[in-house]
């Protein structure tokens, strides 16, 4: 599930960054620390939907242009 992140801006414009706790846990620390050098990280734990769904964070996001 490390792939299926979604890259979003918060209300101050920074750069977050949606993962599932599985994701988190699959990074190694070093990449963790890479993604903080430019993303503020949100963490979830969708469990049920990556084990049922098939899917993850990003499978439930929906983008507005």
């Not at 979003?8 to 070093?30: L, P």
């Not at 734990?45 to 990003?58: A, F, H, K, L, P």
Request: proline share 0%; glycine share 8%; with cysteine.
């Amino acid at each position: 599930m490390c792939a299926n992140m979604f890259d979003v801006f918060d209300k101050e414009g920074n750069h977050c960054v949606i993962m599932s706790k599985r994701a988190e846990k699959a990074y190694s620390e070093e990449n963790i620390e890479l993604l903080r050098r430019t993303y503020k990280i949100v963490v979830s734990d969708v469990g049920i939907i990556e084990d049922i769904g098939g899917g993850s964070c990003r499978c439930m996001l929906v983008e507005a242009f």
